[in-house]
């Protein structure tokens, strides 16, 4: 176990609709990254949160958006759901305050399926 | 440019010893990480390389040379629960991992 929660596990939408996924870093986490992962592709970075502000951004559409909240937990909303949205999506936290590349610790996933 | 290369699968043999290459090319080079992935489940994290040399942590060991750019996963001692992705990753100057594909490994009896 991370020590990393991500919610739902699994979600079931429509086209078109919006979703969104919650992610807990560890305890004193300060950094959340979102990542895709499509089935058999390699991980896609979205965004990066750092003790509540944005501190750089992936390939991430215009259709998705990110924040993190004062308790430092992190959402993922998806709007205008397409097929091709169907994935994983995990939520990795580090520590952030070393000032040097500290390990990532995932979450669980949450599995996205657009039918 | 920021590039990271590995093979995107390899097969070996139970119980024997494999190599997995990952060359990168990073700004502001910040260590070199390898993440185990098992399909439909999250990256777990194996090892982290910021100076040159072998790191060794039971069956798993990595090597860095920096001037190369180049590492390797070693995993000796082969079981069928090693079937899976490893990820290589490079850490740059703010922090971001720059991710390969992956290598599936594919381990028979």
């Known amino acids: 176990d991370s020590g990393v929660t991500q919610t739902p596990k699994h979600l079931i939408t429509a086209t078109g609709q919006r979703v969104t996924l919650r992610c807990s870093p560890r305890?004193?986490?300060?950094?959340v990254y979102w990542y895709q992962q499509s089935l058999d592709q390699g991980l896609q970075f979205l965004i990066h949160?750092?003790?509540?502000?944005?501190?750089a951004k992936g390939n991430i559409l215009e259709r998705f958006s990110a924040q993190q909240f004062p308790d430092l937990h992190s959402e993922l909303n998806l709007s205008s759901l397409e097929l091709g949205d169907s994935a994983l999506y995990f939520c990795?936290?580090?520590?952030?305050?070393?000032?040097?590349?500290?390990?990532?610790?995932f979450g669980p996933g949450t599995r996205l399926t657009v039918l | 440019g920021q590039n990271i290369d590995q093979p995107t699968e390899m097969t070996a043999t139970e119980g024997a010893i494999v190599q997995i290459n990952c060359t990168y090319q990073?700004?502001?080079?910040?260590?070199l990480f390898w993440y185990q992935q098992h399909a439909g489940e999250a990256p777990t994290f194996l090892s982290y390389?910021?100076l040159d040399g072998l790191e060794e942590k039971g069956r798993f060991s990595s090597f860095l040379s920096r001037s190369k750019g180049y590492s390797y996963l070693l995993l000796k001692e082969l079981q069928m629960k090693d079937s899976a992705s490893y990820l290589c990753?490079?850490?740059?100057?703010?922090?971001?991992?720059?991710w390969g594909a992956g290598t599936k490994l594919i381990i028979k009896p």
């Open positions: 990795a936290s580090r520590d952030g305050t070393s000032g040097r590349a500290d390990t990532q610790y």
């Open positions: 305890s004193g986490d300060l950094s």
């Open positions: 949160y750092y003790n509540g502000e944005e501190r």
């Open positions: 990073t700004s502001g080079f910040n260590g």
């Open positions: 390389n910021v």
């Open positions: 990753a490079s850490g740059d100057s703010n922090y971001q991992l720059i």
